[in-house]
T-cell receptor, first 110, second 113 residues
């Protein structure tokens, strides 16, 4: 069975500080991993995906298969990064339904 | 303006009544999904459909029903059999490439009184 764990429900950091949102997954096959973000009063949207190895809004995430983790990182947090972040896992070769973690509410303090 | 439209945004119903939430997309996506979002639980998949006239149960399908008669539309009915229907419901769609991810609607908040 697929499972995604985000151990922190709430995370607060000061502006300019580094931020790391943790995500661990459980899946026996080859995973596809995503980070989604929901800003206040906006719809849930894709932030980044591991397969693209991209940096979006200064965020990066590296898939670590040994530790089954996909932590989201940013070296210098900004106030506009305050949002709810969800890690999601897709099973390779399946239909495109995703399993989501419970989310982490990030607050960047001025 | 392309995207996914959910209606209504807010809905109040009495216990025992069936409720249908609308989801329409003009992105020409084949796959559509319904998720339920509860505080502290993230998103849980209710139903999904990969193609017209076909749909599959997700993790929490009990008490819900769907139809997919048109590519653009994937309505969700919350039946009286759903024991805890008060929640935020999100509709999503996706293109063929899984790596493109899901595109979400703005959601519908259902409150059962």
């Amino acid at each position: 069975a697929q499972r995604v764990t985000q151990p922190e429900k709430l995370l607060s950091v000061f502006k300019g500080a580094p931020v790391e949102l943790k995500c661990n997954y459980s899946y026996s096959g080859s995973p596809e991993l995503f980070w989604y973000v929901q800003y206040s009063r906006q719809r849930l949207q894709l932030l980044l995906r591991h397969i693209s190895r991209e940096s979006i809004k200064g965020f990066t995430a590296d898939l670590n298969k040994g530790e089954t983790s996909f932590h989201l990182k940013k070296p210098f947090a900004q106030e506009e990064d305050s949002a709810m972040y969800y890690c999601a896992l897709g099973a390779s070769g399946s239909a495109r339904q995703l399993t989501f973690g419970s989310g982490t509410q990030l607050t960047v303090l001025p | 303006d392309g995207g996914i439209t959910q209606s209504p945004k807010y809905l109040f119903r009495k216990e025992g009544q069936n409720v249908t939430l609308s989801c329409e997309q003009n992105l020409n996506h084949d796959a559509m999904y319904w998720y339920r979002q509860d505080p502290g639980q993230g998103l849980r998949l209710i139903y999904y459909s990969q193609i017209v006239n076909d749909f599959q149960k997700g993790d929490i399908a009990e008490g819900y029903s769907v139809s997919r008669e048109k590519k653009e539309s994937f309505p969700l009915t919350v039946t009286s059999a759903q024991k805890n229907p008060t929640a935020f419901y999100l509709c999503a769609s996706s293109p063929p490439r899984q790596a493109a991810g899901l595109f979400f609607g703005e959601g519908s908040r259902l409150t059962v009184l």
